[in-house]
């Protein structure tokens, strides 16, 4: 199972909106809702921020928001904060029974 | 408050075995599935495996990459679940995490623990 396509980073500053795409097939981004987004900061644990695609765990900001459309999942976080520079990873269940994780994707406040 | 601690990371050779275990509380452990994750230093997030709830049959899936080699189990007694790793590869090497869930219907992870370390030396 090959991993999801995603940037390597994405900029943007403060205030803004940037959008991480994650791409895979039909076995897995496309062939479910299944999709979750993790943020991970430098040295801690991954945090889930969106899951079934567009679902925001409670405590997590409505700045974050997720969709998909075919095998495309994405992640927009508007309102850009200096906090939410971090690196983020989608993830898909598979046909196989399986996770496949994306490549994760830097993001950087400017 | 719903805790999750890996333990039993530490230097290995390669070739031997090694066993995680995950303490959790602050849920009812044997509701849900448990899985384990690892990060190889400077690389990505990589799904290892899970275990399913006895309600939901209690069985496993694995990576490719380490069926065969991974097993997990859990003790719902103890709220513990375990990863016992058998011919460790060099390429093991990362920070392990576990995690609750897929959650049934859902199928995400949405408590992570904190990690640990698993270096394996040629």
């Known amino acids: 199972q090959s991993a999801l396509t995603q940037p390597a980073s994405v900029s943007g500053s403060p205030g803004q909106s940037i959008t991480i795409s994650c791409t895979g097939t039909?076995?897995?981004?496309?062939?479910?809702?299944?999709v979750s987004w993790y943020q991970q900061h430098p040295g801690k644990a991954p945090k889930l921020m969106i899951f079934?695609?567009?679902g925001r765990p409670s405590g997590v900001s409505n700045r974050f928001s997720g969709s998909k459309s075919g095998n495309t999942a994405s992640l927009t976080i508007s309102g850009l904060q200096a906090e939410d520079e971090a690196d983020y990873y989608c993830?898909?269940?598979?046909?196989?029974?399986?996770?496949?994780f994306g490549s994760g994707t830097k993001v950087t406040v400017l | 408050e719903v805790q999750l601690v890996e333990s039993g990371g530490g230097l290995v050779e390669a070739g031997r075995s090694l066993r995680l275990s995950c303490s959790t509380s602050?849920?009812?452990?044997?509701?849900?599935?448990m899985s384990w994750f690892r990060q190889a230093p400077g690389k990505g997030l990589e799904w290892v495996g899970f275990?399913?709830?006895?309600?939901?049959?209690?069985?496993?899936e694995y990576a490719a990459s380490v069926r065969g080699r991974f097993t997990i189990s859990r003790d719902d007694s103890k709220s513990i679940a375990y990863l016992q790793m058998n011919s460790l590869k060099t390429e093991d090497t990362a920070v392990y995490y576990c995690?609750?869930?897929?959650?049934?219907?859902?199928?995400?992870?949405?408590?992570w623990g904190q990690g640990t370390l698993v270096t394996v030396s040629s």
């Open positions: 275990f399913r709830s006895k309600t939901f049959g209690g069985t496993s």
């Open positions: 079934v695609v567009s």
């Open positions: 039909s076995s897995d981004v496309g062939g479910y809702n299944y």
């Open positions: 602050g849920f009812t452990f044997g509701d849900y599935a």
């Open positions: 993830t898909s269940y598979t046909s196989s029974n399986t996770y496949v």
């Open positions: 995690t609750r869930g897929p959650i049934e219907g859902a199928r995400f992870f949405d408590c």
